[in-house]
């Protein structure tokens, strides 16, 4: 398990393959539902084809470092885990995603799909595409056929097909 200091370096290494980014609790059972549905999709895709970072994030009184150490140990396909107890990261991408727009106070059970050109500056770049297991409006719920789908189409042409919603809840198309 790695500390939530070493991602921002950790994702960067990974330019030139689509990734994916995960921020969930080790003890919420609707997060850890989301990451079986997650890890069986994407079981049939390869590591040259995608990079996965799991970002466990510390949310709930039962959420701990052992307790993502232990869900870590379990994981089913080739991942890199992060623990971020104190939230750093969370808060990062909440503000990027701009989640306080849909009273949102941290940023959690959330799938971020990025293409192969992102890159991670003084904040995250916002993500090609992004699913939730929340009660966010006008964004994806967690549907993991449709990831596996723009994870290939990412990796196929470089861009996605579907849409971001901004913090004007607009939408956009995705860079491409």
């Known amino acids: ?13 990974g330019v030139g393959k689509v990734r994916l980014v995960l921020l969930v609790s080790p003890t919420c059972t609707v997060c850890l539902s989301g990451v079986a549905r997650v890890e069986m999709a994407l079981a049939g895709l390869t590591p040259r084809e995608l990079k996965v ?24 396909i080739e991942a890199e885990h992060y623990w971020d107890g104190d939230l750093v990261l969370s ?3 909440h ?7 849909w009273d949102r106070k941290v940023a959690w059970d959330l799938y971020l799909l990025y293409d192969a050109t992102a890159t991670f500056g003084r904040k995250p770049p916002p993500p090609a ?11 994806p719920e967690l549907d993991a056929t449709l990831l596996v789908a723009e994870i290939r189409r990412l990796g196929t042409d470089g861009r996605s097909t579907a849409t971001v919603p ?11």
């Open 1 to 13: 398990m790695r500390d939530q200091t070493d991602f921002v370096k950790a994702f960067n290494a």
């Open 53 to 76: 970072h799991v970002v466990w994030v510390g949310v709930l009184a039962d959420d701990s470092h052992t307790a993502a150490s232990e869900r870590a140990a379990g994981f089913s």
């Open 91 to 93: 808060a990062r991408f």
């Open 95 to 101: 503000e990027v995603l701009s989640l306080a727009s």
């Open 129 to 139: 595409m992004w699913m939730h297991q929340l009660q966010i409006e006008d964004v």
């Open 166 to 176: 901004v913090a004007d809840g607009s939408r956009s198309g995705m860079r491409g």
